[in-house]
């Protein structure tokens, strides 16, 4: 049997979604991925107990196939994708650490890259925003769509204030445990 359920990937939120694919894999649903709506594809299998990571792949590809195969050398299986990011997964053995996709510093250097991107989607924002501007209450286009594109852009700039602040924090998080902590 497959089922489907609607819970779309947020980087805000990606620990929790690793912990819900976890507790599903309990409950004897495999994961078989998401699609780009938001539903996360299941099928029935037996209750196994599964360790879920999502994470961010680095951009240049020898160093995206350096990355994977590292992953797989520390016994993590590609689960899914959304957009850029990776779902990673791996069977849990009782009395056995899992060894974890990145380490502290990796981590760190992945979420600064995260902040990064969104610094650059802000700016973009801005000035789209800025550039509306003069023109949302003019005759250019109608005031519908001139109040829809600043909603949209003011929805972007709350989405990278709550991401940006959340990658701040964990980092300062990471800088508390040290270096040896995932």
């Known amino acids: 049997m497959k089922i489907k359920k609607y819970r779309p990937f947020?980087?805000?939120h990606m620990d929790e979604q690793a912990k819900w694919l976890a507790?599903?894999?309990?409950?004897?649903?495999?994961?078989?991925?998401?699609d780009w709506?938001?539903?996360q594809h299941f099928e029935e299998s037996a209750p196994a107990e599964m360790a879920f990571c999502w994470d961010l792949p680095p951009r240049s590809k020898e160093n995206a196939l350096i990355y994977r195969k590292r992953c797989r050398e520390a016994g993590w299986?590609?689960?899914?994708?959304?957009?850029?990011?990776?779902c990673w997964s791996t069977v849990v053995v009782p009395g056995q650490p899992v060894q974890p996709v990145r380490d502290n510093a990796e981590t760190k250097a992945m979420l600064l890259t995260r902040q990064r991107q969104l610094s650059a989607q802000w700016m973009l924002m801005v000035v789209v925003?800025?550039?509306?501007?003069?023109?949302?209450?003019?005759?250019?286009?109608?005031?519908?769509?001139?109040?829809?594109?600043?909603?949209?852009a003011l929805l972007g700039a709350?989405?990278?204030l709550r991401e940006a602040t959340y990658a701040r924090?964990?980092?300062?998080q990471l800088d508390a445990a040290g270096p040896t902590e995932p």
């Open 158 to 160: 709350i989405t990278y």
């Open 37 to 39: 709506l938001g539903f």
């Open 10 to 12: 947020e980087f805000l």
């Open 23 to 34: 507790d599903m894999a309990r409950q004897g649903w495999h994961y078989k991925g998401g």
């Open 129 to 152: 925003l800025f550039l509306q501007l003069p023109n949302l209450f003019g005759k250019v286009r109608p005031l519908w769509l001139n109040l829809a594109m600043t909603a949209c």
């Open 77 to 86: 299986e590609m689960a899914s994708t959304s957009g850029r990011w990776i």
């Open 169 to 172: 924090a964990r980092v300062r």
